[in-house]
Nanobody
Framework: QLGLVESGGGLVQPGGALRLSCTAS????????VGWFREAAGPERESISC????????VYADSVKGRFTVSRDNAKNTVYLQMNNLKPEDTNVYYC???????????????????WGKGTLVTVSS
């Protein structure tokens, strides 16, 4: 069954860190662009980062630049989102997505066959 599963969310104090995982089944990340998102007030989710399938480079949104880092473990077919110096405004549900597509800045833009996880909740609170 093709799909993505996020994990690693939880409760953390301001200034703390979490590492989210996005594990794929039935597909391999090296063929796809990968994006991380979180819920936003508007109709679209906020794009946090996008990793290109062409060169593996990652672009981050200004709101997380310098604090969040994306990495990948091909052997585990998992992409990670390391989140440091977390702030209360980072509290949200975080999603990963992958597919044939491209990165428009930090936004993943699928062209066809995109896959999404169901999200994992991150709560930053003292």
């Amino acid at each position: 069954q093709l799909g993505l599963v996020e994990s690693g969310g939880g409760l953390v104090q301001p200034g703390g860190a979490l590492r989210l995982s996005c594990t794929a089944s039935g597909l391999t990340f090296d063929r796809y662009a990968v994006g991380w998102f979180r819920e936003a007030a508007g109709p679209e989710r906020e794009s946090i980062s996008c990793t290109s399938s062409n060169d593996g480079g990652t672009v981050y949104a200004d709101s997380v630049k310098g604090r969040f880092t994306v990495s990948r473990d091909n052997a585990k077919n998992t992409v990670y989102l390391q989140m440091n110096n977390l702030k209360p405004e980072d509290t949200n549900v975080y999603y990963c997505a992958a597919g044939v597509g491209y990165c428009l800045g930090p936004a993943f833009r699928p062209l066809r066959g995109d896959y999404w996880g169901k999200g994992t909740l991150v709560t930053v609170s003292s």
